[in-house]
């Protein structure tokens, strides 16, 4: 019997096909109705039928799953990058010149730069990082004790003094209440906060407090106008401003001739500490410095702030924490700069643009950028430097570091890590502590024992000035008044003093502050009698601090001169030559045209 499936498949096909059209068709079915209704059907609502068949908690988990996606990008979190790691961090680069003896030392002894970095898992981003920094910190509890200093221009600033055993012991018990006795020979370490930050900053304290807790003695430099110190002159500080740097570390000097200095920057306070390391050269007394997350280049940070909208977000609350510190100083700053503007500034630059280039008396913002930057004193550097930055910062931008110049400075040693966000750098699964704080702590701690150091003692004994007098106030007497800022109460001539503040509270800027205590320094009676020579006096002084660093730059520039009129005679010879040279062969054809050489072997 033969069978259907032993057909050929074609044949089986047109059979099968014929059929079910006979079958199932009329011969004489009209077309057109069928036609009419298809077309009368929309493919979008056929579409939104069967999606209305799909239940609500697909779209949700959908949508959620799409905003993760969203919110990964635009935090720039690196959890699935730290996990696929299995949490083992990212290496720190080190970038330090190869020939660098004092590089090579500090690095093989530096056990910390030669690890990794791991930020705290559920801050697995720069943005989070910075924000859990600026919001909530953790910082340890201290208790700092002021000393108020006066400049010669009549502005205040705060010296917030932490040493061991106010970290240990709590509040001193000494007689005087200084920050520490005359003579002391620990090194101290000076602290230049950012931009609107003071002595209360989160960062601030973690660093103050680790490096008290391990013998050091900290003080914090806050910028005029800043910690509950009110502006008691016309002078305001700013990115460029290396002037209150300069006098600070000579005054501590002054007072603790025997104590090795150290500074530490962060983030402006990072770009002022290099410009003033850059301008003195080997003329600044620190033995190290550190400079944490710095700008480095004002230009390209201005750009690269105002690029992205999440860096739009920094930039704006950069600006809010400024019209903020000139809202409480409005009574000077209106009278100086552009008061509406301020105001009304949107932006950083709007900001630098009615009070920053106005108070600096720059031309163009631009300018003040430029001229502020410390990339341009990077060669300069002549002290033991160790920078940290992140190269996801969000608002000092990697683009900014000058990568070639720390590399043909011998004494820098630039350390950058993937990750860190701005001054934050968490790490372990508490994020109590900052990564950044103990390289610090380990990097002034191998420079302390390092033999070059010991050099650099022997040399700054020999060759380096006497400090000048400190600079401290004259005129006029400070007091606090109700919302806790120290205001002017007279001109009236008085000694030099100090005056220390002691703060019961771990913040220094309270309501209640206690009363503040004169601490006079000894003066001469007959300077007292003969107010006119103890003038003199300390004209001669300035007039001497501006002979000292001007001859030395005379020194160099006549050295340089010296040189550059050899190159100036090399060059005129190489580019004259072709004229010259031509010259002098045709007048030597002339010369000896009738010249035989045979008549002198005849002679």
């Not at 950012?194 to 008290?212: C, E, P």
């Not at 163009?364 to 930057?373: L, N, Q």
């Not at 006119?532 to 001669?540: A, P, Y």
Request: with cysteine.
């Amino acid at each position: 019997m033969l069978s259907i499936y032993s057909l050929d498949f074609p044949l089986f096909y047109f059979i099968s096909f014929s059929l079910f059209s006979l079958d199932s068709f009329p011969k004489s079915m009209d077309w057109e109705p069928l036609a009419a209704a298809k077309a009368s059907i929309s493919p979008y609502d056929l579409l939104f039928q069967a999606l209305a068949l799909i239940p609500f908690s697909h779209y949700f988990f959908a949508a959620s799953f799409l905003f993760l996606i969203f919110l990964y990008r635009f935090l720039e979190i690196h959890f699935l990058h730290d996990l696929l790691t299995l949490f083992r961090g990212d290496p720190v680069t080190l970038t330090y010149n190869s020939c660098s003896d004092l590089a090579q030392s500090v690095v093989a002894n530096c056990k910390i730069l030669q690890g990794r970095y791991l930020a705290t898992p559920w801050l697995s981003s720069p943005h989070l990082q910075t924000a859990f920094l600026s919001f909530l910190g953790r910082p340890p509890p201290l208790t700092y004790r002021r000393h108020l200093f006066r400049a010669f221009d009549g502005g205040t600033i705060a010296l917030d003094w932490l040493t061991y055993t106010d970290v240990v012991g709590g509040t001193s018990c000494m007689p005087d209440s200084s920050a520490a006795p005359k003579g002391d020979k620990t090194p101290i370490v000076i602290v230049i906060p950012g931009l609107t930050s003071d002595s209360a900053a989160a960062y601030v304290k973690h660093l103050a407090f680790n490096l008290a807790r391990q013998g050091w003695n900290v003080v914090v430099s806050n910028h005029r106008g800043l910690g509950g110190v009110s502006l008691t002159s016309d002078c305001c500080y700013n990115a460029g401003w290396t002037e209150d740097l300069r006098k600070i570390i000579d005054h501590i000097r002054c007072e603790y001739p025997e104590a090795p200095l150290y500074a530490v920057g962060t983030s402006i306070g990072a770009n002022i500490l290099v410009k003033y390391l850059g301008e003195d050269g080997a003329n600044t007394p620190l033995f190290g410095a550190a400079a944490i997350c710095s700008p480095w280049d004002l230009l390209i940070c201005d750009r690269f702030i105002n690029r992205r909208p999440m860096q739009k977000l920094y930039d704006r609350a950069l600006t809010v924490g400024l019209q903020g510190y000139a809202q409480l100083h409005q009574s000077i700053l209106s009278r100086l700069a552009n008061w509406e503007g301020i105001e009304k500034s949107s932006s950083l630059r709007d900001f630098d643009n009615h009070a920053t280039r106005v108070l600096g008396k720059f031309e163009t913002v631009d300018t003040y950028y430029r001229r502020s930057s410390s990339t341009n004193y990077v060669e300069n550097v002549s002290v033991p430097l160790l920078c940290v930055s992140a190269l996801d910062d969000p608002v000092c931008t990697s683009e900014a570091i000058p990568w070639d110049e720390c590399r043909l400075n011998e004494n820098i040693i630039l350390a950058t890590t993937p990750h860190g966000g701005h001054l934050a750098f968490y790490e372990g699964i508490t994020a109590s502590s900052i990564w950044w704080v103990r390289v610090v702590n380990e990097f002034f701690g191998v420079l302390r024992i390092s033999p070059h150091i010991e050099g650099r003692k022997k040399m700054q004994g020999s060759t380096m000035p006497k400090p000048l007098q400190s600079s401290i106030d004259q005129a006029p007497y400070l007091n606090v008044i109700e919302d806790g800022m120290v205001t002017a109460m007279s001109n009236e001539q008085t000694d030099a003093f100090v005056e220390d503040i002691s703060d019961e509270d771990t913040t220094h800027s309270k309501k209640d502050e206690g009363t503040i205590s004169d601490k006079g320094t000894s003066v001469d009676l007959t300077d007292k009698l003969n107010p006119e020579k103890q003038i003199k006096q300390q004209v001669e002084q300035n007039v001497k601090d501006l002979i000292v660093p001007v001859q030395g730059r005379i020194d160099k520039l006549s050295r340089r001169s010296r040189q550059s009129i050899w190159l100036l005679v090399y060059i005129s010879i190489i580019t004259t030559w072709p004229f010259v040279g031509s010259v002098l062969l045709s007048v030597l054809k002339r010369r000896f045209k009738t010249f035989k050489p045979g008549t002198l072997f005849r002679k």
